[in-house]
């Protein structure tokens, strides 16, 4: 029998599946957003076009194909009151606008990212609001 996973691994694995989903060219980019208890999932997000529109980035700039965020479709979907408590899985770490989505989301905890991002800013903005970030690691325990 395999060891049980534990509950950051399954939905940091929820993240990289729901990132496949993406259609922007550079970067495919998941995003699940849970109750701090890990029994809800509150909302998912992955980056890609506005909904109706071509399944394609606008542009072919890096950093600017006009793709929305996962982060930002995620927080978009999420209908979970403001005193809800949340933790934000994420693929790759959070660029300082997704960091400020993520912030105006109310009682995030924690966010755990995989992948290290080009802009390493947010680590500063979720400082200074008291928000934990960390990078995943496979087989650590959570709290």
């Known amino acids: 029998m395999s060891a049980?996973?534990?509950?950051?691994?399954?939905?940091?694995?929820?993240?990289?599946?729901?990132?496949?989903r993406s259609t922007c060219k550079r970067l495919q980019v998941g995003t699940v957003i849970t109750t701090t208890d890990y029994r809800k999932?509150?909302?998912?997000?992955?980056?890609?076009?506005?909904?109706?529109l071509p399944n394609s980035c606008d542009r072919d700039e890096p950093g600017n194909c006009g793709c929305l965020h996962s982060e930002e479709n995620a927080v978009i979907n999420?209908?979970?009151p403001r005193h809800t408590e949340k933790y934000?899985?994420?693929?790759?770490?959070?660029?300082?606008?997704?960091a400020k989505r993520i912030i105006n989301l109310g009682n995030v905890h924690r966010v755990i990212y995989k992948d290290v991002y080009r802009q390493p800013d947010s680590l500063e903005l979720f400082a200074a609001v008291g928000i934990e970030v960390e990078q995943f690691s496979p087989g650590e325990e959570e709290s």
């Open 4 to 20: 049980r996973p534990s509950f950051a691994e399954v939905y940091m694995a929820f993240a990289s599946q729901i990132a496949r």
């Open 41 to 52: 999932v509150l909302a998912v997000g992955y980056n890609g076009n506005a909904s109706g």
């Open 78 to 80: 999420c209908d979970a």
């Open 88 to 98: 934000v899985f994420v693929t790759h770490l959070p660029c300082p606008a997704c």
